[in-house]
């Protein structure tokens, strides 16, 4: 294995640069260690082999040849367990996604079994509301506490708004496709729900979520009929379908000329990058067959779509109608 690895490096090297001091400044190494490990003498490390494959963009897949295996090798991000954590999180997404606002034909699909994460990220209550849920899930401490919304809400970091906004921004600037059924907002709801009944969001912060919510669906079916989510430039394409057939996952999909790769959740806020490329035009070809037996609201006829958005708000005025429950069943 380490020949042909050594082999593909030197393809991957310009015929005027020496193969032998590129692998020795990489890792760091003598000369001599570096000639070793070319003419396979001395053994690379995983760390090495790991260095040199980052370094020449190859995939650890093929550094590996697992690729013919029903066994892939798949990156796990990191779980932002604190307010400094989650900021840092929105920051290093934002350095991931903003290479894909240079490229023209770049997609992202978004199978929405809840509202996407750029949806969430604007400087709005529901924005806050989701990064206290989010919290409450990975901060053991903060799980352990009662401290309500409304209170912890009174701390948060200016920066740490600004890092979720730029990052919910950026949408704006990317060809996008999602796919959504008629449960997609139930999970925001029941958040809603859970910590207004726990008594850590009060009524008044409960509705104003409620309020954002709706706002954002405002907004999600104007860009269905425009079909473009930034209608001053209207560069980028965006397409809503409507689908029933297979339970969605949250699982996103970035399509570029160059390659396809696919996040996968497995907790909150934490997935499986998949760069593997069998896999990932396994889940292309899939992804694409739920759009072919979903509605594209755009085309597909106004009822389709009036029908489709006015269950989504019907769903947000019966949650505000329980928030407004005053009045308790009791027994005399």
């Not at 009662?146 to 809400?153: A, L, T």
């Not at 379908?241 to 339970?247: A, I, S, T, V």
């Not at 907790?267 to 292309?284: G, I, P, Q, R």
Request: aromatic share 12%; charged share 25%.
């Amino acid at each position: 294995m380490q020949e042909r690895f050594i082999s593909y490096l030197k393809s991957k090297v310009p015929d005027n640069t020496s193969f032998v001091d590129d692998i020795a400044s990489v890792l760091d190494i003598g000369y001599d260690a570096a000639y070793r490990r070319i003419n396979l003498k001395t053994s690379l490390s995983l760390e090495e082999s790991v260095k040199l494959a980052r370094h020449y963009k190859i995939s650890l897949n093929n550094l590996f040849e697992v690729g013919n295996s029903n066994s892939i090798l798949t990156e796990i991000s990191q779980k932002p367990h604190n307010e400094q954590a989650l900021e840092l999180w929105f920051k290093q997404s934002l350095q991931n996604a903003l290479p894909l606002t240079k490229v023209k034909d770049a997609v992202i699909i978004w199978s929405g079994k809840d509202l996407s994460l750029f949806r969430s990220l604007t400087d709005s209550y529901l924005t806050r509301y989701k990064m206290y849920v989010w919290l409450k899930d990975l901060n053991v401490e903060m799980a352990k506490n009662k401290i309500s919304f409304d209170d912890w809400m009174e701390t948060i970091p200016s920066s740490l708004i600004q890092s979720a906004v730029d990052l919910g921004n950026i949408y704006k600037y990317i060809n996008i496709t999602e796919l959504w059924s008629d449960n997609s907002i139930n999970g925001t709801l029941q958040q809603v729900l859970y910590y207004f009944e726990a008594g850590l969001v009060s009524k008044d912060i409960a509705l104003r979520i409620c309020d954002d919510i709706d706002e954002v669906i405002n907004n999600i079916e104007t860009e269905t009929i425009q079909q473009s989510i930034n209608d001053q430039e209207n560069e980028k394409f965006f397409h809503l379908y409507k689908h029933d057939l297979h339970n969605l996952t949250n699982a996103v999909m970035i399509i570029t000329p160059l390659q396809k790769i696919f996040f996968y959740p497995f907790t909150v806020l934490s997935y499986f990058k998949v760069e593997h490329e069998d896999t990932c035009n396994m889940m292309y070809e899939f992804l694409q067959k739920q759009m072919s037996n979903s509605k594209l609201l755009a085309t597909s006829g106004e009822r389709d779509r009036i029908i489709f958005f006015k269950t989504i708000h019907q769903k947000i005025s019966i949650t505000k109608e329980r928030i407004n429950m005053e009045e308790k069943m009791t027994f005399l």
